[in-house]
């Protein structure tokens, strides 16, 4: 069993920036995928992005390419996601989820997931 804590969500301006932390436990994470999912009102639960434990491979959906970062700490048992330039359509609740095994980009090959965290970009 896995349990993910997901923090560092909040409001923002339009063109700032948001760091949002994952913390996991429960066992080992070293064959483990970590992805962060999204979901906005009334809107399917979508991919953003996803990192391996072991190598630290990443993977992102295109719309986030270039502004947000996925990263991992071995010692803390901690994912990132640094999120740069926000727009208001990254609105959402972000969530962190794991999965054993490597990159996947569905929501329904995860079977562990945080509570969330509320991300507002607005002026």
């Known amino acids: 069993q896995v349990q993910l804590v997901e923090s560092g969500g909040g409001l923002v301006q339009p063109g700032g920036s948001l760091r949002l932390s994952c913390a996991a436990s429960?066992?080992?994470?070293?064959?483990?995928?970590m992805g962060w999912f999204r979901q906005a009102p009334g809107k399917e639960r979508e991919f953003v992005a996803v990192?391996?434990?072991?190598?630290?491979?990443?993977y992102y959906v295109n719309s986030v390419k270039g502004r947000f970062t996925i990263s991992r700490d071995n010692v803390k048992n901690t994912v990132y996601l640094q999120m740069n330039s926000l727009k208001p359509e990254d609105t959402a609740v972000y969530y962190c989820?794991?999965?054993?095994?490597?990159?996947?980009?569905?929501?329904?090959?995860?079977?562990?997931w945080g509570q969330g965290t509320q991300v507002t970009v607005s002026s």
């Open positions: 989820a794991g999965r054993s095994g490597g990159i996947a980009t569905s929501r329904y090959e995860y079977p562990y």
């Open positions: 429960g066992r080992t994470l070293s064959s483990y995928a």
């Open positions: 990192i391996t434990w072991s190598s630290g491979n990443t």
